[in-house]
């Protein structure tokens, strides 16, 4: 079942943060965040696996609650950037991954 | 980045003629995947393959079939295309399954 984001869409001002969040109806194995840019292919920013490991950028921070089958990316300091639309993709089990439908960001100087 | 390319980048197509996409990747990476991308719904896993000749089915799998005859490429086939077919069709590849995967450019497929 497709994970649901939110919200759908978010505006910032340079510099302001933001939250975007995904949650799922089943237990998950694992959360993947990806980022894409209007007319171009999604680009990896992190995945959060079930007992705590992370992978991803540096700059990025996420969170995963597995008990509430959640999980949120965190966004500080938003630079121009970071404009696009980012997608939560969820694993129920290593052989099934959702994607959501996405959160569009918009930074305005 | 990683070498992944897919041919071809556009493509229109009349309602029953079969159509194939091609995948490329140089990374010799073990999984390759196709999605469709469409307003509201995010990526759909179409088909995935884990090595050579081994594919499995996705969540949107119907009316599309798959091949991987060589690690590097991954074919999609619409054997007689559809107008629900119209679509942004992206390939994707990771070293295992559930590592982070890395996208191709995609194919902007228009069924007429």
């Known amino acids: 079942q497709q994970p649901v984001q939110s919200p759908q869409a978010v505006i910032l001002r340079e510099g302001e943060d933001a939250v975007i969040n995904c949650s799922s109806s089943?237990?998950?194995?694992?959360v993947h965040w990806y980022r894409q840019k209007h007319g171009e292919a999604p680009v990896f920013l992190m995945i959060?696996?079930?007992?705590?490991e992370q992978k991803g950028h540096d700059k990025i921070s996420a969170s995963f609650n597995e008990k509430k089958q959640q999980s949120s990316l965190y966004l500080t300091a938003s630079q121009l950037s970071y404009s696009g639309t980012y997608f939560c993709?969820?694993?129920?089990?290593?052989?099934?991954?959702?994607f959501g439908a996405g959160t569009r960001l918009t930074v305005k100087p | 980045d990683a070498g992944i390319t897919q041919s071809p980048r556009h493509k229109v197509t009349e309602t029953g003629t079969p159509v194939t996409l091609r995948c490329h990747q140089t990374?010799?990476?073990?999984?390759m995947y196709w999605y469709r991308q469409d307003p509201g719904h995010g990526l759909r896993l179409i088909h995935y393959?884990?090595?050579?000749?081994?594919?499995d089915k996705g969540e949107v799998s119907d009316g599309y079939s798959v091949s991987r005859s060589k690690t590097e490429d991954f074919l999609l086939t619409l054997e007689s295309a559809t107008s629900s077919q119209t679509s942004v069709y992206f390939c994707?590849?990771?070293?295992?399954?559930?590592?982070?995967?890395?996208f191709g450019p995609g194919t902007r497929l228009t069924v007429t």
């Open positions: 994707a590849i990771s070293v295992d399954r559930g590592d982070e995967q890395y």
């Open positions: 089943k237990a998950l194995y694992s």
């Open positions: 959060l696996l079930k007992g705590g």
């Open positions: 993709g969820t694993e129920i089990s290593r052989n099934d991954m959702r």
């Open positions: 990374e010799n990476h073990r999984y």
């Open positions: 393959s884990y090595g050579v000749k081994d594919t």
